[in-house]
């Protein structure tokens, strides 16, 4: 089990650009989340994804950002015209399926966004 | 609005001395709280939640509902516990399951 996988791991876009980060959850893992952490800060929840569902989005910003968990395939975090200040650590998180309040939510590494 | 609060970006204790890092949160619900750990060039991990009541590598954290605090605790701090710490407190509330950190405690442990 190689747990939550994320890539790239580091990105570089220039301001203007379109950025998109991808996860894949630990196999099994049907709810996928995403935050974001700036320098100094801890990490700040976006978006909570279920398979071709968005259940929670009132962390993201309210333009240039979207988020899809497909059917098949990873999850994406697309961030279009990308702005100095989206320079961040990107981190997924899956959980498993089921009624569980407190499942843990399982970190992949992170997608260091860096934008010149 | 839910707050997480860690006061301390940097803590650094002697190997074997007792630590602490303080915890304090915000929220109008039932609290369920945890506490993560990042080691070097490692993902985010869980060390502990409350709910458990359980203690991980040596480390306890009780919930003090009075002064609202989660303090994460260990007699004897050893070098491997050196790690960048964060207290977390989860939001379940209708469809909503999102977790809102402190900003981190950076521990050093000084041989």
């Known amino acids: 089990n190689a747990g939550v996988m994320q890539n790239p791991r580091h990105l570089v876009r220039r301001r203007g650009q379109e950025a998109r980060l991808r996860c894949s959850p630990v196999?099994?893992?049907?709810?996928v989340y995403w935050y974001r952490q700036l320098p100094e800060e801890g990490l700040k929840f976006m978006v909570y994804?279920?398979?071709?569902?968005?259940?929670?989005e009132s962390g993201m910003p309210k333009e240039r950002f979207s988020a899809e968990f497909p059917k098949e395939g990873p999850s994406i975090l697309r961030i279009q015209q990308v702005v100095r200040g989206d320079s961040a650590a990107y981190f997924c998180?899956?959980?498993?399926?089921?009624?569980?309040?407190?499942?843990?939510?399982?970190f992949g590494p992170g997608t260091r966004l860096t934008v010149l | 609005a839910q707050r997480v609060t860690q006061p301390e970006k940097l803590l650094s204790v002697f190997k074997g001395a007792p630590v602490e890092l303080k915890c304090n949160y915000s929220?109008?619900?039932?609290?369920?709280l945890f506490w993560y750990v990042q080691y070097s060039r490692q993902r985010l991990q869980l060390l502990l939640r409350?709910?458990s009541r359980e203690s991980i590598k040596g480390f306890t954290a009780d919930l003090n509902k009075g002064e609202t605090s989660f303090h994460l605790k260990k007699p004897f701090a050893q070098e491997e516990d050196s790690a960048m710490y964060y207290c977390?407190?989860?939001?379940?509330?209708?469809?909503?399951?999102?977790?809102?950190f402190g900003s981190g405690t950076q521990l050093t442990v000084l041989p």
């Open positions: 998180a899956s959980s498993p399926p089921g009624q569980g309040l407190y499942n843990e939510q399982f």
């Open positions: 196999k099994g893992h049907s709810h």
């Open positions: 994804l279920q398979k071709e569902n968005i259940i929670d």
């Open positions: 929220y109008s619900g039932s609290p369920e």
């Open positions: 409350h709910i």
């Open positions: 977390a407190l989860l939001i379940s509330s209708g469809s909503a399951r999102q977790l809102t």
